[in-house]
């Protein structure tokens, strides 16, 4: 069996190449998209990942990495600094192409992305929101640590409602 190559986590800054392997990704985890929105990704999902923001926050406070097997592209994280407070970071996104998924590599990405959390001291939670039809990633989280808030909010283009969790940042 052939080793996988190490898995790094990667800054994006919008470079052609990077919005190209970040659609691909995203394309390549469709039934993600049909959970939650009920459509397939669409032809600008990398565009809108690496714009979208929440009220009040700038492009400074957003982080979007992918994660690299080797020089492939085989996941992708959105994050925002300080949303909804300061002292809290919300994972906006956190999706490994379905070729990539129960492989045990979503927990280490998630585990990677963490640790670069860790580097804003005043980070002290971790926030995310899940779709609650969405129960595979809603187990996933549990398994993580994340705790539900008992928060329940409706997005627009979400399917259903979202389910708040969180997770006390652990530093180490």
């Not at 982080?63 to 909804?84: F, Q, T």
């Not at 990677?112 to 980070?123: C, D, G, H, K």
Request: with cysteine.
């Amino acid at each position: 069996m052939a080793r996988a190559a190490p898995l790094t986590l990667r800054l994006l800054t919008g470079k052609a190449d990077e919005m190209a392997a970040l659609q691909r990704v995203l394309e390549a985890a469709p039934a993600y998209f049909h959970t939650v929105t009920g459509m397939p990704p669409g032809p600008a999902e990398a565009q809108s990942t690496f714009t979208a923001l929440p009220p009040g926050k700038g492009y400074d406070d957003k982080r979007v990495w992918g994660l690299y097997a080797g020089n492939d592209m085989i996941g992708c994280a959105d994050v925002i600094r300080g949303y909804p407070v300061r002292d809290k970071a919300v994972i906006g996104l956190l999706l490994l192409a379905e070729s990539w998924q129960r492989r045990g590599f979503g927990r280490a990405f998630a585990l990677l992305v963490e640790q670069m959390i860790a580097a804003w001291t005043e980070i002290t939670t971790l926030r995310i929101g899940v779709v609650l039809q969405n129960a595979g990633a809603l187990a996933f989280w549990r398994t993580l640590g994340y705790v539900e808030t008992g928060e329940l909010k409706t997005a627009e283009a979400q399917m259903g409602n979202v389910v708040v969790l969180e997770k006390l940042l652990a530093r180490g």
